[in-house]
């Protein structure tokens, strides 16, 4: 460290430098203010000299000596005027032009000194005291008393000065104090650049390099030029750069297979392999805009199958997904290359028929309908046959939007199931006060049922792993439209319908309200704390002005157990309402209350919503826990989500966990919950409250 020791050492001396710059500014004005006090200092001197000499002369009144004596004083250099004056304050000798005041001159005097001043002059006096030197012997009793008090003041002199000389060598010296300064500063500031220059330059070269390496560019590299403590800097930089580069490409193929993976999953259907319904709005909003500028007419086919619950109730989930898997492969085979078959959900499909007319479309259908009538489903020696009712809407130039086309495809399915199932209903798209409440079978329930308040609670319990994180009894609040005319209809199931109908936030907040019940009924037994209310809010009711300021004042009333109620919004919200997602969340915590994010895990930039939204928890997405046991890329997503996660403290939970051996993966790989049929069941929401809260919390 020799050299870089030395350079430090020789910059150490520039304060020094520069506190020799501060002196001689400050000895520049003690010099001046010297030339003050020396000016002060001969003016007393002239007037203690001409007190005493002009005694004689005020004695005896010998006027003529005291003007030569005056006259005199004015020849020395920058004597103004000179005056005397006698005790009764009359101006006895004068000489010059005397720029002091008559009240001055009569005013007793008191001591040698400063009398007055003003621009360019300054006036000193001294008293003239009369000597007691000859003094008649026979009045030595009156001398005494004389020469024991205060001497005899017979009057006193006065001495004005110039001032403009003493200012022209105070300017003279602050030039050269100036001149002085800026030579030293202008050598010091020389010297100090040359060497920040020399020392930084590396220094600096390093820092971009930092710089563009943190930007991405992992391939940079700086020139190895020094050969001190720097250099050693300079090397372990380019090596680190080579270190992270190789795994920069490493983990970029990874990633890269992960996001194909992601984006795959993004637009399919994790069962059937077909395209979901968000990626059939995307192709449906394109043949809408092909349509609407002129180009091609489309159809789409809205299909739900029938029967098919009872395979469900009857042989299990398995067979009805396998059910679902053999249908997709028999209805693709009938479509052409360029057409779209698409799952909705659960037993719903959708097809996309571009460039069709409503006739070959409507055969299409009829063709569809009896291929699945006539379609057998074996399984374990039991044969099912289903059907399917369609409907059939024409996407033409007077289609409005995608939530039209598929408000008028709902109906038309009901509409084909109302008139007897397996069969094709055609219909076209409504005019908003054209609708007829038959072709939109939820919105009647879903109104009643907000105006009736015919709902029931259930609570689905959340159960801790045990592997790090709180352990807390948790809940999902769900709800359902029970108005005893169907079987009930579970909110979450016709949310999409209630989002079109604006019917969305408001069954947001009747399962608000009834979440906040059933906390304020724990808290009112103090048994807050250890719980944790999930509770779902669409998309509609975090932009809706009501539904925020009820739930700020439900908040407000939960008081102590607001932190138990945690809202979860889906990680497709947050992509596509970041802003108001951002509001959201800064006000959700304001109240206490915490937010998560649900279905994460299925989108390309997943992460980089997670560092943008920073929730409290996330719910990972079915689909990865569906396949953790057979695929490996959703192993290891789920293991890059729980390491994330554990880095920001965020708690993770797992849905969809139906299997033992699932549930086992997910354990070892550190989520901290899980939720599902494998951990426990959907019951009443009384029931769940009474017995695993109230009693046993």
């Avoid at 297979?257 to 909003?285: C, G, I, K, M, W």
């Avoid at 092909?290 to 789409?300: D, F, I, M, N």
């Avoid at 005319?485 to 109908?501: C, D, F, G, H, T």
């Avoid at 109240?591 to 930039?605: I, T």
Wanted: proline share 4%.
């Amino acid at each position: 460290m020799t050299s870089l020791y030395r350079r430090l050492l020789f910059m150490t001396l520039l304060p020094a430098c520069l506190l020799a710059l501060v002196l001689g500014v400050y000895f520049s004005f003690a010099g001046m203010r010297a030339l003050e006090e020396e000016l002060w200092r001969r003016g007393e001197d002239i007037v203690r000299y001409m007190a005493p000499t002009s005694e004689y002369g005020v004695v005896s009144g010998n006027w003529l000596s005291l003007q030569g004596l005056v006259q005199g004083t004015v020849q020395q250099p920058d004597v103004r005027a000179a005056a005397v004056v006698n005790l009764e304050g009359r101006v006895v000798a004068v000489s010059g032009r005397v720029n002091l005041g008559a009240e001055y001159m009569k005013t007793p005097p008191k001591d040698v000194g400063q009398v007055a001043s003003g621009p360019d002059w300054i006036a000193f006096s001294a008293p003239i005291y009369r000597s007691q030197v000859g003094t008649d012997f026979f009045f030595d009793e009156a001398s005494g008393d004389r020469k024991n008090g205060s001497p005899e003041v017979v009057g006193q002199v006065f001495v004005e000065l110039d001032k403009s000389g003493v200012a022209a060598r105070q300017r003279s010296l602050l030039m050269q104090g100036l001149g002085i300064l800026i030579l030293a500063l202008g050598l010091a500031t020389y010297f100090v650049a040359l060497l920040a220059r020399r020392l930084l330059e590396p220094v600096a070269c390093l820092v971009d390099a930092v710089k563009a390496m943190a930007a991405g560019h992992f391939d940079t590299r700086v020139p190895e030029m020094s050969r001190d403590e720097i250099g050693d800097l300079e090397r372990g930089f380019n090596l680190m750069g080579e270190h992270i580069d190789e795994v920069h490409r490493n983990l970029q193929e990874r990633i890269d297979e992960a996001t194909a993976q992601l984006a795959y999953q993004a637009r399919h259907d994790p069962l059937t392999s077909l395209v979901n319904r968000r990626e059939f709005e995307t192709r449906l909003e394109a043949a809408l805009k092909v349509a609407r500028e002129g180009g091609s007419e489309s159809a789409v086919l809205f299909i739900d199958l029938d029967r098919f619950k009872k395979v469900n109730d009857t042989c299990g989930h398995m067979a009805g997904d396998e059910l679902l898997r053999q249908l997709s492969r028999q209805l693709q085979s009938r479509l052409r290359e360029g057409d779209t078959l698409a799952r909705l959900g659960g037993d719903e499909f959708g097809v996309l028929l571009p460039g069709c007319a409503l006739e070959p479309a409507q055969r299409l259908a009829e063709s569809l309908c009896n291929q699945v009538a006539g379609f057998h489903f074996v399984w374990q020696d039991r044969v099912f046959t289903v059907g399917a009712s369609i409907g059939l809407v024409p996407v033409t130039r007077e289609s409005v939007s995608v939530s039209e086309v598929l408000s008028a495809g709902d109906g038309a399915c009901y509409q084909a199931k109302a008139g007897g199932r397996n069969r094709v209903e055609v219909t076209r798209q409504p005019l908003p006060d054209q609708r007829h409440p038959g072709r939109e079978p939820w919105r009647e329930r879903m109104e009643l049922a907000l105006e009736s308040d015919l709902f029931s609670f259930q609570a689905q319990a959340i159960r801790p792993t045990g592997v790090g994180g709180e352990h807390l009894q948790c809940f999902e609040l769900l709800g359902n439209i029970d108005d005893r005319q169907e079987k009930p209809l579970p909110i979450a199931l016709v949310m999409e319908s209630a989002e079109r109908y604006e019917l969305a936030y408001r069954l947001d907040l009747r399962q608000l309200k009834q979440a906040v019940t059933a906390l304020c009924r724990v808290g009112s037994v103090g048994r807050h704390e250890q719980l944790r209310c999930l509770l779902r809010v669409s998309s509609s009711g975090l932009r809706h002005p009501e539904f925020m300021r009820e739930l700020g004042q439900l908040a407000e009333g939960l008081a102590c157990a607001s932190g138990s109620l945690c809202l979860l919004i889906s990680e497709e919200t947050a992509i596509q309402y970041p802003v108001e997602v951002e509001q959201f969340r800064k006000l959700v915590r304001q109240w206490g209350c915490r937010m998560g994010l649900d279905e994460f895990g299925g989108w390309m930039s997943s992460f980089k919503h997670l560092r943008a939204v920073m929730p409290d928890f996330i719910r990972i997405t079915p689909s990865l826990i569906q396949d953790v046991t057979e695929n490996r890329s959703a192993l290891a997503l789920l293991r890059a989500i729980q390491e994330i996660a554990e880095d920001h403290d965020i708690i993770s939970i797992a849905t969809g966990v139906n299997d033992l051996a699932s549930l086992q993966h997910l354990r070892d790989l550190g989520v901290n919950y899980v939720q599902g049929r494998a951990v426990a069941p959907v019951e009443p929401l009384e029931c769940w409250l009474e017995g695993a809260v109230l009693r046993n919390l």
